[in-house]
């Protein structure tokens, strides 16, 4: 089985003020990221193929490259995986469909959807929000560390997200998160490379 994300950041091209998309990925692979979700959901699928495709040209191996939901256009771009949302497609048709050695995730909110995304054989799952954030605000209380240390011991990698920060993140991970995910932290160079110096720091 594939390893899961150490360090995960969701895209939203929106927050980077302009910044060079491929350029921000190629900064986050040089910091130390390990994987990096290409998730922009407005984008029709050749602009999400051309900039899937872009990307991988700067966000080098070892690195992961993963596509939101569309394992199709994740394979044109030669990512390394596709993340399934909540209510996407099983994680069986998906794997009978990707190339070998392709890396699965699933988006859970509930240790139930935990449980069943393990049983499907996902790679790893993103379970949040763990703390408060913006995107969930009024849609979805956070989790907390309590409800994601139950979700941690269910058998299969989370990687945690929502409300995370440099200083959070030591205690996400000893509460038996894989992993840590983020949107904006991410998004921002400074408080990027602070949450990969901690992440990286607690698993030293």
């Known amino acids: 089985m594939p390893s899961p994300p150490r360090l995960l950041p969701v895209s939203d091209r929106r927050l980077l003020a302009g910044a060079s998309f491929a350029g921000w990925a190629a900064q986050l692979a040089a910091l130390g990221v390990d994987a990096l979700l290409v998730r922009e959901r407005d984008l029709d699928d050749r602009l999400l193929d051309e900039l899937a495709s872009e990307t991988r040209r700067t966000f080098s191996r070892p690195a992961r490259l993963l596509v939101h939901r569309r394992v199709d256009l994740a394979a044109l771009a030669d990512a390394d995986g596709v993340h399934l949302p909540a209510d996407g ?90 992993g840590i995910a983020a949107i904006r932290a991410f998004a921002d160079p400074a408080s990027a490379r602070r949450l990969i110096e901690a992440t990286l720091g607690a698993g030293a």
């Open 89 to 178: 497609l099983p994680v069986g048709k998906v794997r009978a469909e990707a190339p070998a050695g392709f890396l699965i995730g699933r988006s859970t909110h509930t240790s139930e959807e935990v449980a069943s995304a393990r049983d499907e054989g996902a790679d790893y799952v993103l379970f949040g929000p763990i703390f408060d954030t913006p995107s969930k605000a009024g849609i979805l209380p956070p989790r907390g560390l309590a409800e994601l240390a139950r979700v941690a011991a269910l058998g299969v990698p989370v990687v945690a997200i929502g409300g995370i920060d440099e200083h959070s993140a030591p205690r996400v991970l000893a509460a038996g998160a894989a």
